[in-house]
């Protein structure tokens, strides 16, 4: 037997591939894709109820709850304001829901009061607002010349700081 680089030649098989087509084959092909997309509708639809479900017991349980109704103002004892002054002042409903009022907007409109040094608000459950206020304490009293000294809301104090700020009734 001769040694040659040429392989030899093998018999090759050839393969004929037909795509039938018939109106039942394509039915077929029909119901096997409406499946599928009848299957991730119905999941779609599960967890979209799932989720609305939730949604919905959450706000019953919380939000709509007459038990997390605000009931009292816990306020620090100070010489700025008082409990009324921060319903005015935060621009609070006094049956607000505790869950729906924005506690960020309550303490940044309570920033916003010159007589206040610093500023804290909480939830306590089950209803109650928990503010904690610093209130600056006033080192001098700015006068008119031609005025009599007399202490009334709406003169001018400053603190240690040099900050000036109004007298308020409560001062």
Known sequence: MKKTSRPSKRPQSSVL???VMSPRIAWFGFLRIFGRC?????IAGLVGTAGWGAWKGI???FHENPDFRLQTVDLNENSAIDEFGVYQIADIDPQVNLFTLDIDQVAERLRGVPALSAVQVER???????VRVLSRIPCAWVAAENEPFTRKPG??????DGRAFPCTTVQ
Do not use: E, F, N
């Open 155 to 160: 003169g001018l104090l400053i603190d240690h």
């Open 17 to 19: 591939q037909v795509r």
């Open 124 to 130: 306590r459950l089950p209803g109650t607002l928990h």
């Open 59 to 61: 706000r019953h349980a």
């Open 38 to 42: 009848a299957k991730y509708a119905l």
